[in-house]
């Protein structure tokens, strides 16, 4: 079973950078379309980023074009969100995720996603 789990968030001021890391276990990896989600106190959890197996496609939420970045690096197993311009709204608990099936693309959608990580808290200070 593939496991992920997610580092790097922490407390930033606004205007700053932060990248998360998340780190699959599994020789798979390369296989698996791969997400980022959030979730802010009180809302529901939302998309945020999305990355092909290969690297070579990606999608972002119009709240976060221009200003994060997702990426990967399949030798490596991990997938990573550079996250810059930091905004007071983007305080929230980051979620990566892996779409396991055989089509899986760089979805927007939770419900493709199967496997999820314990989540890591960013905070942005205003």
């Known amino acids: 079973q593939v496991q992920l789990v997610e580092s790097g968030g922490g407390l930033v001021q606004a205007g700053g950078s932060l990248r998360l890391s998340c780190a699959a276990s599994?020789?798979?990896?390369?296989?698996?379309?791969m997400g980022w989600f959030r979730q802010a106190p009180g809302k529901e959890r939302e998309f945020v980023a999305a990355v092909s197996r290969s690297g070579d496609s990606t999608n972002y939420a119009d709240s976060v074009k221009g200003r994060f970045t997702v990426s990967r690096d399949n030798a490596k197993n991990t997938v990573y969100l550079q996250m810059n311009s930091l905004k007071p709204e983007d305080t929230a608990v980051y979620y990566c995720?892996?779409?396991?099936?055989?089509?899986?693309?760089?979805?927007?959608?939770?419900?493709?996603?199967?496997?999820w990580g314990q989540g890591t808290q960013v905070t942005v200070s205003s």
């Open positions: 599994g020789r798979t990896f390369r296989s698996y379309a």
């Open positions: 995720a892996a779409d396991v099936s055989t089509y899986s693309t760089a979805s927007r959608y939770q419900h493709s996603y199967e496997l």
